[in-house]
Nanobody
């Protein structure tokens, strides 16, 4: 059974940082890419960053002008989203998702391309 469990969200002041974690089970990082997405209040879910952690190959959809970075810990089957200099507009529920790699290692780093989703972790940035 595939499980993706996000953690690390919470309340932070403007300018602060958060490190979100996505603990994956039932998927191999050799066969799946992991992506981070977010859904702000009243908005559609949007992609941020995806990673093929075994090769450290990253797809960037939106890294918020370099404030967000993604990295993996293969030994722990975990992918992190590091968020810096947070702004109130970063307030959202943050989701991680897994995409099975196609032949040649391809995948699409967006909602349609993901095969499994976590339940999300909320992050609130106060002004």
């Amino acid at each position: 059974e595939v499980q993706l469990v996000e953690s690390g969200g919470g309340l932070v002041q403007t300018g602060g940082s958060l490190r979100l974690s996505c603990a994956a089970s039932g998927v191999s990082f050799g066969d799946y890419a992991i992506g981070w997405f977010r859904q702000a209040p009243g908005r559609q879910r949007a992609g941020l960053l995806c990673i093929r952690s075994m090769n450290n190959i990253i797809q960037t959809v939106n890294d918020e002008e370099g404030r967000f970075t993604i990295f993996g810990d293969n030994a722990k089957n975990t992918v992190h989203l590091q968020m810096e200099r947070l702004k109130p507009e970063d307030t959202a529920v943050y989701y991680c998702a897994a995409a099975r790699l196609h032949h040649g290692g391809g995948y699409i780093c967006d909602d349609i391309g993901m095969d499994y989703w976590g339940k999300g972790t909320p992050a609130t940035v106060s002004s």
